[in-house]
């Protein structure tokens, strides 16, 4: 089954008939569901505490169940339906574990991106950021997830990060042309966002 990414009526993550994702607080209002989320992942994310490496698609899981689980029962799990965003298909739900594995042994045999000059970090951050990104394995909130890896990754390397200087459209102008492997402004995008 193909789903928009909000849902289309028959997908099995959204009320009946509607594209509102089912949830704990029985939210049927978009608007109103966006807001729950924004607030409960963030007030969430401040129990994630940094941990060192292994970083790995476990690790990954477990961020997205911290941020999510008072609101969706199935946080942390690989989404069982295909997903697009507007003509991007991110990967089909048989196919993320192994994908995704593929991913984090790749970084785990690049020593987590330790030892880096910035230079070099910000270039092998935005690959890996793209790559993962069209994996989407989660229904909704990968984006969150994915930020605070990243996040810990950044830390565990010596740099810091922050993200106050991006603007939504160009984060989604970024990961779209990352889907055609042009990182070029994920790049750009890091160099602002990474620091010593």
Same mark, same amino acid.
């Given at each position: 089954?193909?789903?928009?990414?909000?849902?289309?009526?028959?997908?099995?993550?959204?009320?009946? &008939?509607?594209?509102?994702?089912?949830?704990?607080? &029985?939210?049927?209002?978009?608007?109103?569901?966006?807001?729950?989320?924004?607030?409960?992942?963030?007030?969430?994310?401040? +129990?994630?505490? $940094?941990?060192?490496?292994?970083?790995?698609?476990?690790?990954?899981?477990?961020?997205?169940?911290?941020? $999510?689980?008072?609101?969706?029962?199935?946080?942390?799990?690989?989404?069982?339906?295909?997903?697009?965003?507007?003509?991007?298909?991110?990967?089909?739900?048989?196919?993320?574990?192994?994908?995704?594995?593929?991913?984090?042994?790749?970084?785990?045999?690049?020593?987590? $991106?330790?030892?880096?000059?910035?230079?070099?970090?910000?270039?092998?951050? *935005?690959?890996?950021?793209?790559?993962?990104?069209?994996?989407?394995?989660?229904?909704?909130?990968?984006?969150?997830?994915?930020?605070?890896?990243?996040?810990?990754?950044?830390?565990?390397?010596?740099?810091?990060?922050?993200?106050?200087?991006?603007?939504?459209?160009?984060?989604?102008? *970024?990961?779209?042309?990352?889907?055609?492997?042009?990182?070029?402004?994920?790049?750009?995008?890091?160099?602002?966002?990474? +620091?010593?």
């Amino acid at each position: 089954m193909v789903s928009m990414k909000y849902g289309t009526g028959d997908d099995p993550y959204c009320y009946k &008939n509607t594209d509102i994702l089912i949830n704990n607080l &029985n939210i049927k209002d978009n608007a109103l569901l966006e807001l729950a989320e924004t607030d409960i992942s963030l007030l969430s994310s401040e +129990s994630i505490d $940094f941990s060192p490496p292994p970083y790995n698609f476990t690790y990954l899981q477990n961020i997205h169940k911290t941020l $999510f689980s008072d609101l969706y029962l199935w946080a942390g799990l690989i989404r069982t339906i295909g997903i697009n965003k507007g003509d991007t298909m991110f990967c089909r739900p048989e196919y993320i574990q192994r994908e995704a594995d593929k991913i984090f042994t790749l970084l785990a045999q690049e020593n987590y $991106f330790q030892q880096l000059n910035i230079e070099k970090f910000i270039i092998k951050m *935005a690959e890996f950021y793209g790559d993962l990104n069209i994996i989407h394995p989660f229904r909704e909130g990968n984006g969150r997830s994915q930020r605070i890896l990243f996040e810990h990754i950044t830390v565990n390397s010596g740099f810091q990060i922050s993200w106050s200087s991006v603007t939504k459209d160009e984060w989604i102008q *970024a990961n779209i042309n990352s889907v055609h492997c042009d990182y070029s402004l994920l790049e750009s995008i890091f160099s602002r966002c990474v +620091s010593e």
